[in-house]
């Protein structure tokens, strides 16, 4: 049987993780999602990844949520087990101490686009469609999507999208700020790469500290945030790429980090 979730390097310091369920439009089933659980825990323990990209297979669908065939045979415990666990999974995303971007290849619905709304950056192809379309089931998003969505572009839309559950297109949805970047499909990969391989470029430290600062100054006053800032800051003083990015630029060569 295949794997649901697979693992590919595409270089030294980028990881591809992949859905693998293109028929059933790459839906989380819990197999997909004990899978992709432990490829996380999998790229987590490797010191060596700096970005990881997060993306589904085939042309139709990034992930279109939750596997409703399977949801329909569920008790309501299972299905509130089932959610929870999406939202265990979408939180390991999140958790990552390294980038993570969501490659939108295609629809992400309801947990679909709540697992790329963990991620660090979301790219889109321009054939996309994106929406929270829970309350058309009667349900509301569960795994954390009333919140980041909000968090992201503002309470009043995430409320428009969410009453509505109307999806909306590539377009509409980079010009709310839900993808940083979007492309056409037959670039998307290539264009994905190639922003990984700018972040893995830079220091690895300091890129994971940036990460830390920046998710943890957003949920605190502007004070707090500061001194997370400055806590962070300082880690990367002793670091030998520090010494390395100041030798580099005074040689007008490229640093070669190694994360030390």
Do not use: W
């Amino acid at each position: 049987m295949d794997k649901t979730v697979t693992i590919e390097r595409i270089e030294d310091h980028i990881a591809l993780l992949s859905l693998n369920r293109p028929e059933a439009a790459n839906s989380l089933s819990r197999e997909l999602l004990d899978e992709l659980q432990r490829a996380l825990r999998k790229v987590n323990r490797d010191d060596n990844i700096r970005v990881v990209l997060l993306t589904g297979n085939g042309t139709k669908a990034f992930c279109a949520g939750a596997d409703l065939k399977e949801r329909k045979g569920m008790s309501d415990e299972e299905v509130t087990g089932t959610v929870k666990k999406i939202g265990e999974t979408v939180r390991m995303i999140e958790e990552l101490p390294v980038p993570v971007i969501a490659v939108l290849n295609g629809a992400a619905f309801g947990g679909g686009l709540e697992m790329a709304l963990a991620c660090d950056l979301r790219m889109i192809s321009s054939s996309a469609r994106v929406g929270l379309t829970e309350t058309s089931l009667a349900i509301i998003p569960g795994a954390g999507g009333t919140q980041r969505l909000s968090r992201l572009i503002g309470k009043g839309q995430a409320k428009s999208l969410i009453y509505t559950a109307r999806p909306v297109d590539a377009d509409r949805a980079y010009a709310l700020g839900i993808a940083e970047y979007i492309h056409d499909p037959d670039v998307l990969m290539e264009e994905a790469e190639d922003l990984a391989r700018t972040i893995a470029g830079n220091g690895p430290v300091a890129v994971r500290e940036a990460k830390k600062a920046i998710d943890r100054g957003m949920e605190t006053n502007l004070e707090a945030g500061l001194y997370i800032e400055q806590k962070s800051y300082r880690k990367t003083i002793p670091t030998k790429d520090r010494l390395e990015g100041l030798t580099a630029f005074a040689e007008k060569r490229k640093p070669v980090y190694r994360g030390e």
